[in-house]
């Protein structure tokens, strides 16, 4: 299949991404879990959420976006950073919506945390609801820059809201990006920003590519189905592959932590969202990565 990732044309499976590692056999063993979480930076759990849910949810989104004519062709479409307003705002309301919540709050997430965490969990209030269209991708980035004000415990469930093939836009994890050496000045750098704070553009690179050309590690991924889903800590490299057809691809992340520590209050119930988005004078990621002594 000809997929694209970032700027670069690839051919998939057997090319330059490798193939995800599923960790749904390991259920429930939470201790493997925590060791496969611990190698690999990430958990794939296929079929965690009743797949019959995910469908009722896929279609009220749709519906939803169908009356607020948000499918005309040529209109924008979210990228990596929800924009205040406009079509972002239209699809956090269908976030609340019932047959939504149960998937983004599904009862077994909810349960796979509380024995992953050994407590309860919670979940943030705010869904990164995503329509993705053509042409469009998420450029690499750690969730931290976004969101790193609380827990170190907090992580990220991506969930496709539709059988997804990697040429409409899968999610690509950075294997080893969590913990290879060769990764860490790029953790202890970027990896400790706050776009909110210290005014750097949130992706680290649109060309996903040259990061494990220049640090190591492997982009990994795989065609998702719905109920399945993927986690990941705030230190895990990501990105998506770009929607090569002419069908939006769907999905939310929503993220989960321990309920007994501190949350990001951007994020949580009355949270302010992103403070400094579209202010300008954000130094570019270029010059950010010059000023830390890292490649561009
Ligand atoms: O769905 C995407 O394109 C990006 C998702 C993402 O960046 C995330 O889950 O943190």
Redesign the pocket.
């Known amino acids: 299949m000809r997929i694209r990732f970032g700027y670069r044309d690839l051919t998939h499976p057997g090319g330059t991404l490798g193939a995800l590692q599923e960790s749904q056999h390991l259920l429930p063993d939470m201790e493997a879990l925590q060791a496969q979480m611990a190698d690999d930076g990430y958990l794939l759990l296929r079929g965690l959420i009743d797949r019959a849910k995910v469908q009722r949810a896929r279609e009220t989104v749709l519906n939803h976006m169908n009356e607020q004519s948000v499918l005309s062709p040529g209109a924008p479409v979210l990228?990596?950073v929800m924009p205040r307003g406009g079509r972002g705002a239209k699809l956090q309301r269908i976030a609340a919506h019932e047959d939504v919540r149960n998937v983004l709050e599904a009862d077994e997430l909810f349960a796979f945390f509380a024995g992953y965490f050994g407590e309860p969990a919670l979940t943030f209030h705010f869904k990164?609801m995503?329509a993705?269209g053509n042409e469009?991708?998420?450029g690499a980035?750690y969730?931290f820059v976004?969101m790193g004000r609380g827990s170190p415990r907090l992580h990220?469930?991506?969930i496709p809201l539709g059988d997804t093939t990697v040429d409409h836009?899968t999610?690509v994890v950075c294997r080893g990006s969590h913990n290879l050496p060769a990764f860490a000045p790029i953790r202890d750098t970027y990896g400790r920003m706050d776009v909110d704070r210290d005014g750097i553009d949130g992706w680290f690179t649109k060309d996903p590519m040259e990061i494990v050309e220049k640090f190591g590690g492997e982009w990994q991924t795989g065609e998702f189905f719905m109920g399945d889903v993927i986690l990941?800590g705030m230190h895990t490299m990501?990105?998506?592959t770009t929607n090569l057809t002419n069908r939006f691809?769907l999905?939310c992340?929503v993220r989960f932590q321990p309920a007994s520590e501190p949350a990001d209050e951007r994020w949580v119930a009355g949270g302010p969202g992103h403070t400094v988005h579209g202010v300008e004078e954000l130094v570019p990621i270029e010059e950010a990565r010059r000023r830390w002594g890292l490649p561009v």
Do not use: I, M, N
């Open positions: 990228e990596g990164w995503r993705v469009q991708y998420t980035h969730d976004y990220t469930v991506w836009g999610l990941f990501h990105a998506s691809r999905s992340d």
